[in-house]
């Protein structure tokens, strides 16, 4: 089993256990170890699952504006929570990828391996809601036929994202490619950066 063939098998479980419920607060057992890659790669979805209906929530135009600040800050909190499981999920590959030795010609990708991961996470979370858009009774035939071709689109997506990473996990491997974390340094969460928070003390 290739790593995207395991993180896909992860992010649609976690999806299908989320919308058990299908409620932000509700908790979901994670069921791999604790500590483990597949454990990881669970919370990352789950992360995204809530966040993807956070967003739902918060473009409804009769929310109140109360509730509407509080979900925004509560998003700003899951986005932080999201980049810090990606940078997770990269220090695991580099010490992974430690001891290999990079080839005098190899070179560095355009992102990393966790940021294309986060894209694949997501993309489980748009397969899933695009196939329920094409299983609503309740829709026009054009509109299931729109989401139907959306959703190929999707799937051939993730085949292509897929081969992807598994490409460049296999480059790392063998020294052709090599990768640096880097971390994100969001100045508007941090109190010493962002001049709204500091010039407010």
């Known amino acids: 089993m290739t790593f995207t ?16 419920t299908d409620d932000i607060d509700a908790p979901v057992p994670n069921p791999y170890a604790e500590g483990s890659e597949e454990y990881v790669l669970f919370e990352k979805n789950l992360i995204d699952a809530r966040q993807w209906h956070m967003e739902d929530v918060i473009r409804d135009p009769q929310i109140d504006p109360v509730e509407a600040l509080d979900l925004k800050r509560r998003i700003d909190r899951s986005n932080q929570e999201r980049t810090d499981m990606v940078e997770e999920i990269d220090t695991r590959f580099r010490d992974r990828y430690a001891d290999v030795i990079p080839a005098a010609d190899a070179t560095i990708n355009t992102e990393t391996p966790a940021w294309a991961i ?84």
């Open 118 to 201: 986060d894209r694949l996470s997501i993309l489980a979370l748009k397969i899933y809601h695009m196939a329920a858009e094409v299983a609503r009774t309740d829709a026009s035939d054009e509109h299931r036929a729109r989401c139907a071709a959306k959703l190929d689109v999707l799937q051939q997506q993730r085949t292509d994202l897929s081969q992807a990473i598994d490409t460049l996990l296999d480059d790392i491997a063998a020294g052709r490619k090599f990768m640096k974390v880097y971390r994100q340094m969001k100045m508007y969460n941090d109190a010493d950066t962002n001049p709204v928070l500091y010039g407010a003390k």
């Open 5 to 20: 063939e395991k993180a896909n098998e992860i992010f649609d479980k976690c999806v299908q256990a989320y919308h058990i």
